[in-house]
């Protein structure tokens, strides 16, 4: 088997010699290969990774279509102008229908995208400065350096040269900070919330390049075929585009452009083989189509590019990221400073009182243990603190400054990090990749510096930051290991270090120790008595009682969501309320 490396440098070299040696069927072949590559590439970072359902790309693809050749054929003006028209048409487009449909979810989100994708069909068509049903024909052809791209052959190398920059980028995207925070969007968007990110943002930016890599798709497709009709952007285009990004691998870069060869020849060949074979026209194709997908996405439910990955060997074992100074440290308070501060808290779900005037406070340089029965609320608790839930009543101060109507991303800002009472990991993503996600603040380089490769020397930062923490942990052997592949016990030691990884003031941990065995435990309290030596404040829920009494300052009890006791755990053992609670009475 040849490497990794050496089948990349082939397929480049294939690519570049394919005009030279292939008919000119073939050669057009390719070029509707490269166009539909761009816009399953945006398919699979916004529908593979950001987990958008999208069937409207192809409504991207005309309005930038429609845009250069409104521009070029009536008005004269230069194919060039009408890139910078068409995109900034898509553009427009795109931020105004992603900000009303992306706060829609589930299938609402996806009908949502056919709806508008059917609107802009029918406004193409219904138009007579776009021709109607009629469409715009007699486009002109692109120039470059003087030189007229009229042919498939000629234009073959303009298509393929943007579509491998698109790759790059996208691959580039990925493995960077803001790449992290997408690959968190999908199942984990409370938990990025938590480090930082600005989830509704976040979606909205890779909707957007989805989009624009569609309308990219659409200015190279006008001028390779010097005309363009509302039939190339109805809702099956929009529906083979999607089919393309899942047959390649929905989450994997490379799987749009294996998705989008697989479905253009396929149609293309079934389009041949199946008359002559029936002996009559028909529409046979897509019956047969549609089995081979079923039967296909029943074998390889990843997509394919998962599969031939698989037939490469497999690289050599990457090594640890190379030391980098470290980032800079937020100042901890000094010890016994008034931290955090809760009073007449409450909070309701229907006519359930799930918190109910509750109230302690922390001072800083202290581990405070928060316990109680399962469904004490103290869960609750921890997400009205971190800005998951919104309190209904009372007051939550942190340093003096209110934070009870905070968000989650400006409560991460003033210093405080949380693990999850149910682990809340990115699975398939690396252990270094995960943990690096709690750096997030901590980084300033935002997308278009990831894609041109500019972020390198604060990348390093992050990881070497990432690597630390992990040996801090007692996980530096496990970097490179897929997250959802550990133990249930070193998950939870992975969130720890996530977590460590935002350089928090305060930091809150629920049921940290659930799942660990004997000595692992011991090393977790080890780990949390040198955090508190280091300055470090943390706000504990944990049942595991041998491991609370013997690791935190003082003790908060609840019960039905209000305190019932309060003090050091000496106090607590013997409180007469407290045994009730647990045991049911002293007796």
């Given at each position: 088997m040849i490497g990794r490396h050496r089948a990349l440098a082939l397929f480049l070299v294939a690519v570049a010699l394919?005009?030279?040696?292939?008919?000119?069927?073939?050669?057009?072949?390719?070029?509707?290969?490269?166009?539909?590559?761009?816009?399953?590439?945006?398919?699979?970072?916004?529908?593979?990774?950001?987990?958008?359902?999208?069937?409207?790309?192809?409504?991207?693809?005309?309005?930038?279509?429609?845009?250069?050749?409104?521009?070029t054929v009536p008005m004269g003006l230069s194919p060039w102008l009408g890139l910078v028209a068409g995109l900034a048409l898509t553009a427009a487009f795109a931020l105004v229908l992603g900000a009303i449909t992306l706060r829609l979810s589930g299938h609402y989100l996806s009908i949502s995208t056919i709806a508008w994708g059917i609107a802009l069909y029918y406004l193409f068509g219904n138009l007579p400065e776009l021709g109607q049903y009629s469409g715009i024909d007699n486009l002109p052809p692109v120039a470059v350096a003087g030189f007229a791209l009229e042919s498939g052959r000629e234009s073959y190398y303009l298509i393929w040269l943007v579509t491998a920059a698109a790759l790059l980028a996208a691959r580039n995207l990925l493995d960077s900070r803001t790449g992290r925070a997408i690959r968190a969007l999908r199942f984990r968007g409370v938990m990025a919330e938590s480090f930082g990110v600005d989830t509704a943002?976040?979606?909205?930016?890779?909707?957007?390049?989805?989009?624009?890599?569609?309308?990219l798709s659409g200015w190279l497709y006008a001028h390779f075929l010097r005309f363009v009709s509302p039939h190339a952007f109805g809702v099956n285009a929009g529906i083979d585009y999607l089919f393309m990004a899942v047959i390649g691998g929905a989450s994997q870069v490379w799987g749009a452009l294996i998705g989008a060869s697989v479905l253009t020849v396929l149609k293309e060949w079934l389009k041949d083989l199946l008359p002559a074979l029936f002996q009559k026209s028909g529409n046979y194709e897509i019956v047969v189509f549609g089995v081979l997908m079923t039967l296909l996405l029943h074998r390889t439910r990843d997509g394919l590019a998962p599969a031939f990955a698989r037939l490469l060997p497999a690289g050599s074992t990457r090594a640890r990221p190379p030391d980098a100074p470290a980032l800079p440290r937020r100042t901890q308070p000094a010890r016994g400073q008034p931290l955090l501060q809760l009073r007449g808290v409450q909070k309701r779900f229907g006519g359930l009182l799930a918190v109910n005037d509750m109230a302690?406070?922390?001072?800083?340089?202290?581990?405070?243990?928060?316990?109680?029965?399962?469904?004490?609320?103290?869960?609750?608790?921890?997400?009205?603190?971190?800005?998951?839930?919104?309190?209904?009543?009372?007051?939550?101060?942190?340093?003096?400054?209110?934070?009870?109507?905070?968000?989650?991303?400006?409560?991460?800002?003033?210093?405080?990090?949380?693990?999850?009472?149910?682990?809340?990991?990115?699975?398939?993503?690396?252990?270094?990749?995960?943990?690096?996600?709690?750096?997030?603040?901590?980084?300033?380089?935002?997308?278009?510096?990831?894609?041109?490769?500019?972020?390198?020397?604060?990348?390093?930062?992050?990881?070497?930051?990432?690597?630390?923490?992990?040996?801090?942990?007692?996980?530096?052997?496990?970097?490179?290991?897929?997250?959802?592949?550990?133990?249930?016990?070193?998950?939870?030691?992975?969130?720890?270090?996530?977590?460590?990884?935002?350089?928090?003031?305060?930091?809150?941990?629920?049921?940290?120790?659930?799942?660990?065995?004997?000595?692992?435990?011991?090393?977790?309290?080890?780990?949390?008595?040198?955090?508190?030596?280091?300055?470090?404040?943390?706000?504990?829920?944990?049942?595991?009682?041998?491991?609370?009494?013997?690791?935190?300052?003082?003790?908060?009890?609840?019960?039905?969501?209000?305190?019932?006791?309060?003090?050091?755990?000496?106090?607590?053992?013997?409180?007469?309320?407290?045994?009730?609670?647990?045991?049911?009475?002293?007796?």
């Open positions: 394919a005009p030279l040696v292939l008919p000119a069927f073939y050669v057009t072949l390719l070029n509707y290969i490269g166009l539909a590559t761009l816009v399953a590439l945006g398919l699979v970072l916004l529908t593979g990774v950001a987990g958008v359902v999208s069937f409207g790309q192809q409504a991207f693809v005309g309005l930038a279509a429609y845009a250069t050749a409104a521009l943002a976040l979606k909205l930016l890779v909707f957007l390049y989805a989009a624009l890599l569609a309308g302690f406070a922390m001072n800083s340089g202290e581990i405070l243990g928060l316990i109680g029965p399962n469904g004490a609320g103290k869960s609750t608790l921890f997400n009205l603190v971190t800005g998951v839930l919104a309190a209904d009543a009372g007051e939550i101060r942190f340093l003096g400054e209110p934070i009870e109507r905070a968000t989650q991303r400006e409560i991460a800002r003033r210093g405080i990090a949380r693990t999850f009472q149910h682990v809340n990991l990115v699975s398939t993503m690396s252990v270094i990749e995960n943990v690096a996600i709690g750096t997030h603040l901590r980084g300033a380089k935002g997308s278009l510096a990831a894609m041109l490769h500019a972020d390198r020397d604060e990348e390093r930062l992050l990881l070497a930051e990432a690597a630390r923490q992990l040996d801090r942990v007692g996980l530096g052997e496990h970097l490179y290991e897929p997250a959802g592949s550990l133990p249930l016990g070193q998950q939870r030691i992975v969130e720890i270090a996530r977590a460590l990884c935002a350089d928090p003031v305060l930091l809150l941990m629920d049921e940290p120790a659930a799942g660990l065995r004997y000595g692992e435990k011991q090393a977790l309290a080890a780990l949390l008595r040198k955090l508190r030596d280091e300055g470090m404040s943390i706000l504990l829920v944990e049942h595991d009682m041998e491991f609370v009494m013997g690791l935190v300052d003082r003790l908060v009890v609840m019960d039905f969501g209000e305190k019932l006791a309060e003090g050091l755990p000496a106090e607590i053992q013997a409180n007469p309320a407290v045994l009730e609670a647990y045991l049911g009475g002293i007796e």
